[in-house]
């Protein structure tokens, strides 16, 4: 097989992965996360994160290399997260990919965290077309980016002006003392709610608002008020039917948004990636707006769709199959990396 072997490795946020593909196959996905570590802090604590990555480094990778079941020596290259992301924990997996790439003779490949959230679909669907609408929802970003070359050209449309999808999700989930991280659980009670029950605003969609920003924090204060309220009225707070009133709103303006990103740019390709993809509601309704609009909906399995190294791999073996430059041993750690 001629198709690019590679490592990834992957901390820009609270989980340590290390991946392993070949070309667009994946052949091992190792994850180990802290995030049980930052629960009762209602979010990720960044110096707890940055201790995890370091103890949890050497025994993923050996366990990704394991599971793939080949040797570091036919590795074609070692892929690292260089940013954006939390500059310590960052800094834990640049420093391992480096030392791992020095020792083995191997080239070195910094990424950017984003445009690897989107060269992941690659290992479920197969190359990506060019160029590529992506919706990059997670607890650390909310972006609409179009990607003409997924390795040299990722192009920013417009991304949240406050809170990121998945921190609105985490937000409201902890008003309704659901536990950190929230998007699962909100996920789940929805499922037993009346989306239309309660009317909460749809944040930036006015005719003279920026048509590719989104907003979510006067929702989620929206959504704190109207729970405060039930509250000091001394009445129960139906909490599915606001986690699933709450959670229309957020996946009504996403994928309005780019369904009319792809219509406005020309683009027939949407990829739904990030924590927030794993969203059973955001799933169906833009499988349903895309399909009305003519659009092909690329969205990976939940599993791919969150932080992990099979991305940073994916993206990593995609540059050295374009025989794009390998990285030097300067190579930083950029906690605001721009694609
Ligand atoms: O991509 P990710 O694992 O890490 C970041 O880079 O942030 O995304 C984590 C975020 C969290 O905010 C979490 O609440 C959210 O993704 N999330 C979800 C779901 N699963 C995870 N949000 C909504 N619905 C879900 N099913
Ligand atoms: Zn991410």
Request: net charge negative; hydrophobic share 45%; aromatic share 4%.
């Amino acid at each position: 097989k001629d198709e690019p072997l590679v490592l990834g490795i992957e901390t820009s946020c609270d989980e340590t992965g290390v991946g392993v593909v070949r070309g667009h196959t994946l052949l091992a996905d190792a994850v180990a996360s802290s995030v049980d570590e930052h629960a009762r802090f209602g979010g990720v604590v960044p110096e707890i994160a940055s201790r995890a990555h370091l103890e949890a480094m050497i025994p993923t990778v050996e366990r990704a290399l394991r599971e793939a079941g080949v040797s570091p020596r036919d590795l074609d290259g070692i892929a690292v997260t260089a940013g954006p992301g939390l500059a310590g924990a960052l800094l834990v997996g640049v420093s391992a990919a480096k030392a791992y790439a020095y020792a083995l003779g191997k080239p070195l490949y910094g990424v950017n965290h984003l445009a690897s959230h989107i060269c992941v679909d690659q290992l479920e669907h197969g190359a990506l077309p060019e160029p590529t609408m992506a919706l990059l929802v997670s607890g650390g970003h909310s972006s609409l980016l179009l990607a003409p070359d997924i390795t040299t050209d990722v192009r920013p449309l417009g991304s949240t002006i406050d809170d990121a999808a998945g921190e609105a999700f985490d937000k409201v989930a902890r008003v309704l003392q659901l536990g950190f991280p929230g998007g699962p659980v909100i996920d789940r009670y929805a499922r037993e709610g009346d989306p239309r029950a309660i009317a909460f605003p749809r944040g930036l969609t006015g005719p003279r608002d920026a048509p590719y920003d989104f907003s979510f924090s006067g929702l989620k204060t929206a959504v704190a008020r109207w729970i405060e309220a039930r509250r000091a009225a001394g009445e129960e707070v139906p909490v599915a039917d606001v986690a699933a009133s709450f959670q229309e709103a957020v996946t009504d303006v996403l994928t309005r948004k780019a369904v009319r990103a792809c219509a406005e740019q020309g683009v027939d390709h949407l990829m739904i990636g990030g924590g927030v993809a794993a969203n059973t509601r955001l799933r169906a309704m833009a499988e349903e707006r895309c399909r009305r609009a003519g659009i092909i909906l690329r969205v990976p399995r939940p599993k791919l769709c969150t932080d992990n190294g099979a991305m940073v791999a994916a993206l990593g073996a995609e540059m050295v199959a374009r025989g794009r430059a390998a990285s030097d041993w300067e190579l930083p750690a950029d906690s605001s990396l721009p694609v």
